[in-house]
């Protein structure tokens, strides 16, 4: 499966370009993680994929949510369809900038942010940066992920989640915690006094952790 994507390249691309990868939440589209290009990096490659699925009200999802039922809360086999689709297209994607030295890198918010973390850790190797934003680990598409350490050392997580999400609690974001404590992760966890959304803090903290 082809996905739509935005992209900003640097006046230069090379084989050590760096590239960041960025998925949306439930509902949006890739113009919105896209709005944060002008404070990251102006030497990396920023692509902004658009999620397969149309939702009810204008938008997209990476797959159907059911928000009446914390069983059936999202639906697995479109989740783990559109991680096949993302890493297929990350790879097409790098392969077509010959970006054979240059680090790759994630972003996603909500629903994107839980792809990010089924990304990263089931193929530690493709990935460097990783920033889950507003959302949790969830455990049905973390079945099959790498447990070595020497495997995952690579990996930098920049975790935050707002104190007052309605849309996804709090305690479902500070499981990340512990998972990547669990796994001897590098990981900045971050709390702030804010709803399902990045504030200007967040916002500012996610920035001077792209730039390193």
């Known amino acids: 499966m082809n996905l739509d994507y935005i992209v900003r390249e ?16 439930y509902g949006s589209n890739e113009q919105d993680l896209f709005s944060f290009r002008e404070s990251l990096p102006a030497d990396w490659i ?10 009810q009200f204008e938008g997209y999802s990476w797959y159907d949510i059911d928000f009446n039922n914390p069983e059936q809360f999202i639906d697995i086999d479109q989740a783990k369809e559109s991680l096949t689709a993302v ?3 990350i790879m097409a994607i790098v392969n077509k900038y010959g ?16 792809l990010c973390y089924a ?6 190797q493709l990935f460097n ?21 020497k495997k995952l050392e690579n990996l930098r997580f920049f975790v935050s989640h707002g104190t ?13 915690a512990d998972l990547l404590y669990d796994l001897s992760c590098y990981f900045t966890f971050r709390e702030y006094m804010s709803g399902h959304g990045v504030n200007q803090k967040n916002y ?9």
């Open 10 to 25: 640097p006046e230069n691309i090379t084989p050590d370009t760096s590239i960041l990868f960025m998925l949306h939440g």
């Open 46 to 55: 920023i692509v902004s994929f658009r999620a397969p699925k149309d939702t």
């Open 87 to 89: 890493t297929e297209n």
């Open 99 to 114: 970006l054979t030295n240059g680090k790759t890198h994630l972003c996603g918010f909500s629903q994107g942010g839980i």
């Open 119 to 124: 990304l990263a850790l089931k193929y530690p």
């Open 129 to 149: 940066l990783v920033a889950c934003l507003s959302c949790y680990p969830e455990e049905k598409l973390l079945t099959d992920i790498v447990k070595e350490k």
């Open 164 to 176: 007052d999400d309605a849309i996804i609690p709090f305690e479902w974001g500070k499981k990340a």
């Open 204 to 212: 500012i903290d996610l920035m001077e952790f792209f730039s390193k």
